[in-house]
């Protein structure tokens, strides 16, 4: 279950982190 779930959640993860970072640089600037 962890090796079929880990691949999902680390994209999720990672996507969540872009569009916040996005969203932090956008409100900087």
Do not use: E, H
């Not at 680390?10 to 969540?16: D, E, Q, S, T, W």
Request: glycine fraction near 10%.
């Amino acid at each position: 279950m962890g090796r079929a779930v880990s691949p999902v959640v680390g994209v999720a993860l990672l996507a969540f982190l872009t569009v916040l970072l996005a969203l932090s640089i956008g409100t900087v600037l």
